[in-house]
């Protein structure tokens, strides 16, 4: 939280007053009684550079033609860091029936579309501005988001070698978190929102995040994932070696025990490639297995 309270008062004078709606691992999230405004407040993890990130992308965002948030105040304060947004209409996407699964799907691929464009002159990286501290590979940037322990494990050499090859896409602009709570339908109008993720870096790299959310969330869900049929799958971009990452980072960020039962192999079997359909019964039988041993969402 603001440890200062003459701040969170100065906050409310302008946007608030607030009610606290959510509360996860790195934030903390208000909205205004009045249903105008959203005060996020940052915590953990590097919460002014987050703050940053997300506030660059939001602006970035805008002129790029999508329809985001507006930012109407931010700042820092100690150890923690805020940001008020514009609270937007509309109704989060859902997975829970097939045909929600391809409505959202087609807004994914119209979005990617118009976010995904080649932004050449700029080096892979955390946020869309670069920062002197960047990797210069998409290899780099995917794997430095791992924490430092992962560099112990037996699969941590042939993830960095499989990973290679994606070091000649282009670079563009990511959201870095297409989860579909993420995406406000708000009749013929899409807006995208949560960019503290955001990132510069291959496209697959976003295609990854939204084929493991909807994997796992159908998973932990209602609808069963073998319900999906192929030609839904196979819109889905695949890098398998990509999608093994995904699902190391969300093993890397839940209990510290985790991240230790990947099967040995597994990397590999990923990496195969051109085989869509058998990427998907692969990751959706891994996540189901970790559920089985007890990994939370």
């Not at 440890?3 to 302008?14: D, F």
């Not at 209409?89 to 045909?99: D, K, V, Y």
Request: proline share 8%; aromatic share 6%; net charge positive.
């Amino acid at each position: 939280m603001l440890n200062s309270p003459a701040v969170l008062r100065a906050i409310e004078s302008r946007h608030g007053p607030f009610r606290r709606t959510s509360v996860k691992r790195y934030s903390r999230v208000f909205q205004a009684l009045d249903g105008r405004s959203l005060l996020k407040i940052y915590v953990g993890i590097d919460p002014a550079g987050r703050r940053r990130r997300e506030v660059e992308a939001i602006r970035g965002g805008g002129r790029q033609g999508l329809s985001v948030p507006t930012v109407l105040g931010t700042g820092t304060e100690s150890d923690s860091a805020w940001t008020v947004f514009q609270m937007l209409p509309g109704r989060p996407c859902a997975i829970e029936t097939l045909p929600a699964v391809r409505e959202y799907l087609d807004r994914i691929l119209a979005l990617s579309d118009q976010l995904h464009r080649p932004a050449p002159g700029i080096a892979p990286g955390s946020g869309w501005v670069p920062h002197h501290r960047d990797p210069f590979t998409h290899r780099g940037f995917l794997l430095r988001q791992l924490s430092p322990r992962c560099r112990l494990l037996p699969w941590w050499a042939d993830l960095a070698e499989l990973l290679a090859p994606i070091d000649s896409h282009p670079v563009v602009r990511l959201h870095g978190d297409l989860k579909p709570e993420h995406l406000l339908v708000d009749g013929d109008r899409l807006h995208v929102v949560d960019w503290e993720a955001s990132g510069r870096g291959p496209a697959v790299a976003d295609h990854a995040d939204v084929a493991f959310h909807l994997a796992r969330d159908l998973i932990y869900g209602r609808l069963p994932h073998w319900q999906l049929p192929e030609d839904v799958i196979r819109r889905l971009v695949l890098s398998g070696s990509v999608l093994a990452w995904r699902l190391l980072l969300w093993l890397d960020r839940r209990r510290q025990e985790d991240i230790t039962l990947v099967p040995p192999g597994l990397i590999h079997r990923f990496a195969t490639p051109n085989r869509p359909i058998a990427t998907w019964v692969l990751l959706a039988q891994t996540i189901s297995s970790l559920r089985a041993r007890g990994v939370p969402r």
